[in-house]
T-cell receptor, first 112, second 112 residues
Framework: EAQVTQNPRYLITVTGKKLTVTCSQN?????MSWYRQDPGLGLRQIYY???????DKGDVPEGYKVSRKEKRNFPLILESPSPNQTSLYFC???????????FGSGTQLSVL | DQQVKQNSPSLSVQEGRISILNCDYT??????FLWYKKYPAEGPTFLIS?????DKNEDGRFTVFLNKSAKHLSLHIVPSQPGDSAVYFC???????????FGQGTRLTINP
């Protein structure tokens, strides 16, 4: 089954404790991206990747890192999480640019 | 600056009637528009799209209309069914860009 898999689904952590949210897709997609969803703001792009070893910032990259060492995986890293990073996070992939995106089920992060 | 706006946070429609969801945009360079549907605890799923060279696209019960002069997009669902109850996001992108810009979302409730 074609899918984008994110883990974990729920995460509660404390300020400053490094964490990684994993994302994997099995569709051989070139393009992958991370979004965060906040009330009243829709989905905003954090980082994206056009291919292996090619990543770039989206609209809200501060406080986040990503890597793309393999085509299928695109982890999101929060080196020192802060409460304003409490949000619902989605990983997505597509065949080309930012067209028809396939989304993961989301990761609800709470930073205390 | 919100480039894509969905001004109705919620909409309630009787089962069997037409649902009309609206979306306005400000960037005249947008050339590709999409609608996504999101159920609770799931990621958004692609519903229907339209490119700027067309003014209408149909897929079963779903039709998207594009009015480029008014910078306005709408999604019509006919007839509405209880399973259509979800949050709907419109999104847009411009050629060469590496992100979709999303609206805030509209929560559609279909009443039996």
């Amino acid at each position: 089954e074609a899918q984008v898999t994110q883990n974990p689904r729920y995460l509660i952590t404390v300020t400053g404790k490094k964490l990684t949210v994993t994302c994997s897709q099995n569709m051989n997609h070139e393009y992958m991206s991370w979004y965060r969803q906040d009330p009243g703001l829709g989905l905003r792009q954090i980082y994206y990747s056009m291919n292996v070893e090619v990543t770039d910032k989206g609209d809200v990259p501060e406080g986040y890192k990503v890597s793309r060492k393999e085509k299928r995986n695109f982890p999101l890293i929060l080196e020192s999480p802060s409460p304003n990073q409490t949000s619902l996070y989605f990983c997505a992939s597509s065949l080309w640019r930012a067209g028809k995106l396939f989304f993961g089920s989301g990761t609800q992060l709470s930073v205390l | 600056d919100q480039q894509v706006k969905q001004n109705s946070p919620s909409l309630s429609v009787q089962e069997g009637r037409i649902s009309i969801l609206n979306c306005d945009y400000t960037n005249s360079m947008f050339d590709y528009f999409l609608w996504y549907k999101k159920y609770p605890a799931e990621g958004p799923t692609f519903l229907i799209s339209i490119s700027s060279i067309k003014d209408k696209n149909e897929d079963g019960r779903f039709t998207v209309f594009l009015n480029k002069s008014a910078k306005h997009l709408s999604l019509h669902i006919v007839p509405s069914q209880p399973g259509d109850s979800a949050v709907y996001f419109c999104a847009a992108s411009e050629e060469g860009a590496q992100k979709l810009v999303f609206g805030q979302g509209t929560r559609l409730t279909i009443n039996p």
